[in-house]
């Protein structure tokens, strides 16, 4: 009996386990087609470019730490390094 109760204490474990493995894999992992993640960083980039030019009300401040944010989205998701022209 305490080998059953032992058995069914491991097994809920490994379960435990395994479950929270599978959770951080799919936290971690952006599910976008490479059409849609073009699409994205493209938008970044217009809003890098011409965020000030569109009429948005922002202060120039505003503008370049909204930059800086989607910067490290576009890093941290879509695996695109800074291409700076300037």
Known sequence: MIILYISILL???????LSL???VLIK????????????IVFVIDIFKEYGDDLGIKQSKEQHKKLV??????KRKHFKIEKNDKT
Do not use: H, M, P
Not at 11 to 17: A, E, K, P, R, V
Not at 30 to 39: A, H, P
């Open 21 to 23: 493995g599978i959770y």
């Open 68 to 73: 800086e944010e989607l910067e490290k989205i």
């Open 11 to 17: 097994l809920t474990i490994i379960i435990l386990f």
């Open 28 to 39: 971690k992992s952006t599910y976008f087609s490479e059409k849609e993640k073009e699409y």
